[in-house]
């Protein structure tokens, strides 16, 4: 089973940046589309981003785009989001996952291995 252990999350100010790193176990994770979801307190788990086993293709939630920056190395076994321009509002864990078949998805449901999650919490 592949294992995901996420990092890089942490307490920053509105305006700030943080790069969080997910890293995988396992010979086959340059196969995996690799993608982020958040979930804050009190709400529904929510897409932020994707990305495909080659990283030809990225897509990015509405509310993310232009700020945070989704890419991977398949060489180090790691996928990366770097959020910049950090708000309040982006406060929430982050968990990255892994989908073993088929293209990326926004959908949480179609993946197939999840990280722990790390806390990321912007203040104004």
């Known amino acids: 089973q592949v294992q995901l252990v996420e990092s890089g999350g942490g307490l920053v100010q509105a305006g700030g940046s943080l790069r969080l790193s997910c890293a995988a176990s396992?010979?086959?994770?340059?196969?995996?589309?690799m993608g982020w979801f958040r979930q804050a307190p009190g709400k529904e788990r929510e897409f932020v981003a994707t990305?495909?086993?080659?990283?030809?293709?990225?897509y990015y939630a509405d509310f993310v785009k232009g700020r945070f920056t989704i890419s991977r190395d398949n060489a180090k076994n790691t996928v990366y989001l770097q959020m910049n321009s950090l708000k309040p509002e982006d406060t929430a864990v982050y968990y990255c996952a892994a989908l073993k078949h088929g293209p990326p998805t926004s959908d949480a449901l179609g993946y197939d291995y999840w990280g722990q999650g790390t806390q990321v919490t912007v203040s104004s």
């Open positions: 990305i495909t086993w080659s990283g030809t293709y990225t």
């Open positions: 396992g010979r086959t994770f340059s196969y995996y589309a």
